[in-house]
């Protein structure tokens, strides 16, 4: 039987839920009625301390950002080269809700890298639409105003596409290097910085 109060007993689970709270960086969250069970049932102060993880664990709930970076994450699956899966996810900022998704792929009637082979022209594959271009292409309507989630950074080629479909923000996972966007960036933000003066 446990030596503790039932008041000691409690206050010691909710003191390790606290600290695998910061070892798990996740929330931990211990009800009442567990603990009057593990009370009732006397499970030692040993198995309490080892038990408030496995049976307390409440999964962390996803940020918008997150959720929408996953969802690009699987409509990354579903593309067709072999070089690079990427995923793209437009989001109307103002409803959160998405508007539309692409992933690179082959164009209608054309082959799949995954079956032939990529097209590949200076270490680029040349036969798919990029994922980006491929939302913005599924877009039913205009949009004032949207948001980019993607697994990769788009090319210049993509980051014109979006900005003319007004992506005012872009998030993704991986960088990619690209000079020419890099160019459009700046000069864009230059031209911005410019406005507001006068
Ligand atoms: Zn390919
Ligand atoms: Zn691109």
């Not at 918008?64 to 994450?73: G, L, P, T, V």
């Not at 040349?126 to 877009?139: F, K, S």
């Amino acid at each position: 039987m446990n030596q503790l109060t039932k008041e000691q007993f409690a206050s010691l689970i909710a003191f390790n839920s606290l600290i695998n709270k910061f070892k798990l960086n996740r929330d931990v969250k211990i009800t009442l009625l567990q603990i009057d069970e593990w009370y009732q049932l006397g499970i030692t102060q040993y198995e309490a301390i080892n038990s408030t993880v496995a049976v307390g664990e409440v999964p962390k709930r996803l940020s918008r950002d997150e959720y929408f970076i996953r969802i690009a994450q699987v409509v990354a699956e579903r593309s067709t080269c072999s070089r690079a899966k990427v995923g793209a996810v437009l989001v109307d900022p103002r409803t959160n809700r998405i508007v539309a998704t692409g992933y690179n792929g082959s164009i209608k009637g054309s082959p799949h890298c995954i079956d032939v082979g990529c097209m590949m022209v200076e270490d680029h594959c040349r036969r798919t639409i990029h994922a980006e271009m491929n939302a913005v292409l599924h877009l039913e309507h205009n949009y004032d105003i949207l948001y980019l989630y993607s697994t990769h950074e788009p090319c210049a080629e993509c980051f014109k596409a979006l900005k003319t479909a007004n992506v005012v923000k872009m998030t993704y996972i991986n960088r990619y290097k690209d000079d020419v966007r890099d160019l459009i960036r700046k000069e864009l933000e230059d031209e911005s910085r410019k406005t507001k003066k006068t």
